[in-house]
C-alpha cells in the first residue's frame, strides 16, 4: 500500500495497489490524523453456557497480540443474557475488564469475518471463547462495565457496551468477560462484537 502526502495542507492518500483503493486522511499540525484509516472492519458472534460457576471465571476475550504492529478499535460488545433449562431464582452477574499481557490459553478461537472485502480480510485480534473459562493474565480490578440477569424467571437481558468512541487495544491489550461472583446453572449468553483494526 502506497501513501502520498501533500506538505501543504497535509493531506494524505493511502492507494491499495492491488484493489485500486485509495483513503485520504487528514491531519492537524501535530500530526495527528483527523479522520482515521481502517486496515479492516471485522465482525462475530458467540453462545456460551457457562459450566463453571465460581466467581471471576473468564468465558469471553477478545486480545490484540503482541506483535501484530497494529491497533484494535473496539466498536460494539453486546451481550443477550437468558437462561436454559429448569428455572431458579437467584442472578447471574458479569463483569467487562482490560487485561494485558499474553494471549488467553485455553478455549476455541473464534474467527472474525471482515465485513469488508476491499479491506484486509484477515484480523490480527483474536476472539476466545470457552464454557468452562478460559485462563486470562494481566486482569484490571475495575470493571468497564457490568451486565446480569435478576433471576432465570426474568426474560432475556441485553448488555451492550458501544462506547462514543471506539476503545483502542494496543497489541498485548484485551478485553474480557467474566463472572462477577457466583452464577447459576444454566445461565446463557449470546455476544456479539465488532470491531476496526489499523495504525
Not at 483527523?34 to 472492519?41: E, P, S
Amino acid at each position: 500500500m502506497a501513501l502520498f502526502q501533500d506538505p501543504d495542507d497535509g493531506t494524505s492518500v493511502k492507494v491499495d495497489s492491488v484493489a485500486k483503493a485509495a483513503r485520504v486522511i487528514q491531519y492537524d499540525t501535530k500530526g495527528n490524523p483527523i479522520t482515521r484509516g481502517f486496515d479492516g472492519d471485522y465482525f462475530g458472534r458467540v453462545l456460551l453456557v457457562p459450566n463453571t460457576l465460581t466467581d471471576n471465571i473468564a468465558f469471553h476475550a477478545l486480545y490484540n497480540p503482541t506483535g501484530s504492529g497494529k491497533r484494535v478499535f473496539v466498536r460494539k460488545l453486546e451481550y443477550i443474557l437468558s437462561f436454559a433449562g429448569t428455572a431458579a431464582a437467584s442472578r447471574s452477574i458479569f463483569k467487562l475488564n482490560r487485561f494485558s499481557g499474553v494471549a488467553p490459553s485455553g478455549g476455541t478461537q473464534v474467527n472474525a469475518p471482515s465485513s469488508d472485502t476491499v479491506l484486509d480480510a484477515v484480523a490480527v485480534g483474536y476472539s476466545y471463547v470457552s464454557d468452562a473459562g478460559i485462563v486470562i493474565a494481566g486482569q484490571e480490578s475495575s470493571p468497564l462495565t457490568t451486565m446480569g440477569i435478576q433471576n432465570q424467571l426474568t426474560v432475556a437481558v441485553f448488555g451492550r457496551f458501544d462506547p462514543p468512541e471506539p476503545l483502542v487495544l494496543n497489541p498485548g491489550q484485551g478485553l474480557v468477560v467474566s463472572s462477577s461472583g457466583a452464577i447459576v446453572a444454566g445461565v446463557s449468553m449470546q455476544g456479539t462484537f465488532h470491531w476496526s483494526e489499523g495504525v
